[in-house]
């Protein structure tokens, strides 16, 4: 298995990801968040298809679409359409990818809903520490998978996200 093509590909996949995580995750504003995270999304669909986690895999593909939508929904007062388009893409990814009776396959779709939750508000506070959640189900899914670039993503981004939680908490208000 770690010597297959299926499986250098997805680690490849998985260090692109990586460069684009910490990219997204020094930004500061929520629209720039949701940019950088679109190539994110795709890297980490494809990482996972190629290791034939099909649920992260088709989770990350709706999350990419969920984040175009995001970023025309940006103004505070656009909440009530965040929620609605993050309720209806939570149902879409059910859908497209639903959990078996392993309780792995649960976790992609734990980490989407905590992901639209980040999305939907406006402060980059509670996104952030909504993300934090997600970011250690994330590794726990990858490492189930043996997406060994994937966790190092997922740890730079548990780490660079709770450096920037602690900035924005010692800010003066």
């Known amino acids: 298995m770690i010597t297959s093509i299926g499986f250098l590909c997805s680690q490849l996949f ?3 990801a990586i460069g684009f995580n910490i990219v997204k995750f020094t930004r500061k504003s929520r629209r720039n968040i949701i940019l950088w995270g679109l190539p994110v999304s795709i890297l980490f669909a494809l990482s996972n298809l190629f290791l034939t986690a099909w649920q992260g895999a088709a989770m990350s593909g709706v999350g990419f679409v969920l984040g175009l939508l995001n970023l025309e929904l940006n103004r505070p007062d656009q909440w009530k359409q965040r ?3 993050g309720m209806l893409a939570v149902a879409v990814g059910i859908c497209i990818a639903p959990p078996t009776s392993h309780i792995i396959t649960t976790l992609p779709l734990a980490v989407f809903i905590i992901a639209r939750l980040g999305q939907m508000t406006h402060s980059e506070l509670r996104m952030r520490s909504v993300w934090i959640v997600g970011t ?3 590794i726990v899914y990858f490492s189930y998978y043996h ?3 994937l966790v190092l993503s ?5 780490t660079l996200t709770s450096y920037r ?3 924005l908490l010692r800010a003066p208000q």
């Open 83 to 85: 929620v609605i388009w």
């Open 136 to 138: 250690l189900t994330w």
């Open 154 to 158: 997922e740890i730079i981004v548990l």
């Open 165 to 167: 939680i602690i900035q």
């Open 14 to 16: 998985g260090v692109l």
């Open 147 to 149: 997406n060994y670039a």
